[in-house]
């Protein structure tokens, strides 16, 4: 059957502080300039997940979309939205909270609820033009 890719657009907001504990002030404002800010920012973070493999003959679907929208809304949005990732989320403990880290949390969170015959990316926008691809490599 042929393979197809659908995709699901999503979105959170979220507070974060990027910096590394072991550096001092200056060098954490110079490698992460604003978002190194100790009072936190937020961003408006927008999601697209990306399922890809073959139609299923008997429904036409890769995967059925119901099901995607609920498990992103069950499992990313109402876990990430309006959280302060560095104090809230558990993962971000010790993991600073790029846009990058983001991604492969998200993935991960995923991967283990879609059937392990589909491929699954992420991709994940932090700003409208700075935006970042994970497909679990
Ligand atoms: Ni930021």
Not at 34 to 42: D, F, L, P, S
Not at 95 to 100: C, D, G, M, R, W
């Amino acid at each position: 059957m042929p393979v197809v890719t659908v995709n699901r657009k999503a979105h959170f907001n979220a507070a974060h502080r990027l910096y590394n504990n072991e550096w001092s002030d200056d060098r954490n404002a110079d490698v992460f300039g604003k978002c190194a800010n100790v009072h936190y920012h937020g961003h408006n973070y927008e999601l697209i997940v990306s399922v890809t493999g073959e139609i299923n003959p008997q429904t036409g679907f890769v995967m059925d979309m119901k099901i995607l929208k609920d498990l992103i809304k069950s499992e990313i949005e109402d876990y990430f939205d309006h959280r302060n990732l560095n104090e809230e989320l558990p993962e971000f403990k010790t993991l600073n909270p790029t846009a990058e880290n983001i991604s492969v949390v998200i993935w991960e969170k995923l991967r283990t609820k879609i059937d392990t015959k589909l491929a699954l990316k992420i991709t994940l926008y932090e700003t409208p033009r700075n935006f970042v691809v994970f497909t679990g490599n």
